[in-house]
T-cell receptor, first 109, second 111 residues
Framework: RKEVEQDPGPFNVPEGATVAFNCTYSNSASQSFFWYRQDCRKEPKLLMSVYSSGNEDGRFTAQLNRASQYISLLIRDSKLSDSATYLCVVKVGTDKIIFGKGTRLHILP | GAGVSQTPSNKVTEKGKYVELRCDPISGHTALYWYRQSLGQGPEFLIYFQGTGAADDSGLPNDRFFAVRPEGSVSTLKIQRTERGDSAVYLC?????????FGPGTRLTVL
């Protein structure tokens, strides 16, 4: 089983819709969780950290389910500019960082 | 301030040649990571430095790959006897409080 798994997509979603992706991780010792965004031919950039209590940043909501070992990202009122690849990232131990393969999102006008 | 910089931005080489890829992290960031990203894949961890020492090099694919960070700042990823399968974007990131700040990457093409 891969350490971090994501549905690669693509998710083709009309503008204004709500979209959600999940990510599962295999190492129960994982300590920190993040979502990164990567635009085509650009470097990844931090979108948000994921806390046990869940967290929200504008139209974006991230949740963590430790019992089932998954994290989720919800995007409300999607914009054309949300089109990107969303990378699930897990930190194991003090410093080992593992990226998922990413989920591609296309927002359709 | 300046972000993470990587040079060269593109490198084309022939199979069997030696290449060096450079990363200049954000000043003051003690943690530095190297990743390799192929088309359609997420970044694959290669090696992580804390200061001058390699804290985890478990991601280096084989002994043709080596990385150094002699003064705890700039790092160089070295690839010997390059193979076509080494073609990828090599990303460097420095880290502060769990956030990774990536450079623009070096696109390596081995012909």
């Amino acid at each position: 089983r891969k350490e971090v798994e994501q549905d690669p997509g693509p998710f083709n979603v009309p503008e204004g819709a709500t979209v959600a992706f999940n990510c599962t991780y295999s190492n129960s010792a994982s300590q920190s969780f993040f979502w990164y965004r990567q635009d085509c031919r650009k470097e990844p950039k931090l979108l948000m950290s994921v806390y046990s209590s869940g967290n929200e940043d504008g139209r974006f909501t991230a949740q963590l389910n430790r019992a089932s070992q998954y994290i989720s990202l919800l995007i409300r009122d999607s914009k054309l500019s949300d089109s990107a690849t969303y990378l699930c990232v897990v930190k194991v131990g003090t410093d080992k960082i593992i990226f998922g393969k990413g989920t591609r999102l296309h927002i359709l006008p | 301030g300046a972000g993470v910089s990587q040079t060269p931005s593109n490198k084309v080489t022939e199979k069997g040649k030696y290449v060096e890829l450079r990363c200049d992290p954000i000043s003051g960031h003690t943690a530095l990571y190297w990743y390799r990203q192929s088309l359609g894949q997420g970044p694959e961890f290669l090696i992580y430095f804390q200061g001058t020492g390699a804290a985890d090099d478990s991601g280096l694919p084989n002994d043709r790959f080596f990385a150094v960070r002699p003064e705890g700042s700039v790092s160089t990823l070295k690839i010997q006897r390059t193979e076509r399968g080494d073609s990828a974007v090599y990303l460097c990131a420095s880290s502060y409080r769990d956030t990774q700040y990536f450079g623009p990457g070096t696109r390596l093409t081995v012909l």
